[in-house]
């Protein structure tokens, strides 16, 4: 074929060209040779409590983030048995985060009673 560079030949040409060096990627010599690592803050006691209710076939795990100032309540709402998160969200209160969660399991309820 003509035109056409024999991949030993091509190769050959690319092994033989500028060599790579620091300077020619714009780096400084003076760059360390080990990588410097970010160390993050340590968590103090443990922050999160989890509390679980169990209504039909559906859970609420319910969260509270103590790191956050107020603390932070999470739910979460799952069906038994499934990994699936059916509704999740926070409140600023227990009593907030409990309502939302069992009003999502009511509204799932209702849902999965005129459907069945």
Known sequence: MVGVQPFTNLARSLTTSVPISASNLGVS?????????????????????????AVGDFLAELYVDTRSVPPLYHYIVTRKDSAGILGW?????VEDAERSALDKIAGMNANSARVG
Request: glycine content about 4%; cysteine-free.
């Open 29 to 53: 010599r003076r760059m360390s040779k080990r990588a410097k690592i970010i160390e993050f803050p340590k968590a103090k006691a443990k922050s999160l409590t989890k509390r679980t209710l």
């Open 89 to 93: 969200g926070q409140e600023r209160s």
